[in-house]
């Protein structure tokens, strides 16, 4: 395939203030972005006749590429190898559903069977994923970890962490750093199998830098019941494909988008009765 560079020209103002001339900052003439270029028809130059997405041909990457090829090439700039794609099509199948007790899903639910029209249970779901707890912002925070921490030793990453825990109750679930921890005081062995499901070329993985890292740390905490979480999973993944902590968030959204809406389009067929809800004495209320 070939790939295309274009510049876009920009024309730069100048602000006259009444006290003298000063370049000062003014808004730009037209949206600029270096994804995508639209190339006008010959006979109505307000209608595209190619398009061009990271300088490759759309109708061309249509015909030869995949989803998730050219989800990367959107995100990167550059076409990923075989082994990057796969490594994040199965990512997308392993946070496809993130199953109905995860707040996000629970979200799209009740707004489904409470009659909420469709349009609007992606976006419930999606905004409650937006959170720090097993949501796109620890999945952020996590890629910053990683990207801090790679390059020391695992082991002595995991003893401090480790060491600065402080004891508490058992709770719902631990986090000892972003995109690692435990549930309901064991570690999570769902997310550990996806791991093991998504990196399952063992020849490949040596190639996998992030991954083998993480691998050492997360078996020096296991002996304290913590371990991978789908986020860590997430995270791993993102920065082994080149994924910056804030293009992963929108990233991890839109892998989890699909089991978010189904459940809650699912629930819009059912009786308001079908939805557990809470009885008076099962509400806790702490004092502010």
């Given at each position: 395939?070939?790939?295309?560079?274009?510049?876009e020209?920009?024309?730069r103002h100048?602000?006259?203030t009444?006290?003298k001339t000063?370049?000062?900052?003014v808004?730009?003439?037209?949206?600029?972005?270096?994804?995508?270029?639209?190339?006008?028809?010959?006979?109505?130059?307000y209608?595209?006749?190619?398009n061009?997405?990271?300088?490759?041909?759309l109708k061309?990457?249509?015909?030869?590429?995949?989803?998730?090829?050219?989800?990367?090439?959107?995100?990167?700039g550059?076409?990923p190898?075989?082994?990057?794609?796969?490594?994040?099509?199965?990512?997308?199948i392993?946070?496809?559903?993130?199953g109905?007790?995860?707040?996000?899903?629970?979200?799209?639910?009740?707004?489904g069977?409470?009659k909420?029209?469709?349009?609007?249970?992606?976006p419930?779901?999606?905004?409650?994923?937006?959170g720090?707890?097993?949501?796109?912002?620890?999945?952020?925070?996590?890629v910053?970890?990683l990207t801090?921490?790679?390059?020391?030793?695992p082991?002595?990453?995991a003893?401090?962490?480790l060491?600065?825990?402080?004891p508490?109750d058992?709770?719902?679930?631990?986090?000892?750093?972003?995109?690692?921890?435990?549930?309901?005081?064991s570690?999570?062995?769902?997310?550990?199998s996806?791991?093991?499901?998504?990196?399952?070329?063992?020849q490949?993985?040596?190639s996998?830098k992030?991954?083998?890292?993480v691998?050492?740390?997360?078996?020096?905490l296991?002996p304290?019941?913590?371990s991978?979480?789908?986020?860590?999973?997430?995270?791993?993944?993102?920065?082994e494909?080149?994924?910056?902590?804030?293009?992963?968030?929108?990233?991890?959204?839109?892998?989890?988008?699909?089991?978010?809406?189904?459940?809650?389009?699912?629930?819009?067929?059912?009786?308001?009765?079908?939805?557990?809800?809470?009885?008076?004495?099962?509400?806790?209320y702490?004092?502010?």
């Open positions: 395939m070939i790939k295309f560079s274009f510049i020209l920009t024309v100048h602000v006259m009444s006290e000063k370049r000062d900052f808004y730009a003439g037209k949206a600029q972005t270096s994804i995508f270029l639209e190339k006008p028809s010959d006979t109505n130059p209608i595209s006749q190619t061009y997405l990271q300088g490759y041909n061309d990457l249509v015909a030869k590429k995949s989803f998730s090829e050219t989800l990367l090439l959107m995100f990167t550059e076409l190898n075989q082994s990057q794609a796969k490594l994040l099509e199965r990512l997308m392993a946070l496809i559903d993130l109905p007790r995860h707040p996000a899903v629970k979200a799209s639910m009740v707004a069977v409470s909420t029209n469709a349009e609007h249970l992606l419930i779901g999606l905004s409650v994923l937006g720090e707890a097993n949501g796109a912002n620890e999945v952020a925070a996590c910053d970890f801090q921490s790679y390059q020391l030793p082991k002595e990453v003893a401090k962490l060491e600065e825990l402080e508490k058992i709770q719902g679930e631990v986090h000892i750093c972003p995109g690692f921890g435990n549930q309901y005081g570690i999570d062995e769902m997310a550990v996806l791991v093991n499901a998504v990196f399952c070329d063992q490949l993985n040596q996998f992030f991954y083998s890292w691998k050492t740390f997360c078996l020096a296991a304290a019941n913590f991978w979480l789908k986020t860590g999973l997430a995270a791993t993944v993102f920065c494909l080149g994924i910056p902590a804030r293009e992963s968030i929108g990233l991890f959204q839109l892998l989890c988008a699909p089991g978010i809406f189904a459940h809650g389009v699912e629930q819009t067929h059912k009786p308001i009765t079908a939805m557990p809800i809470l009885k008076d004495e099962q509400h806790i702490s004092p502010e």
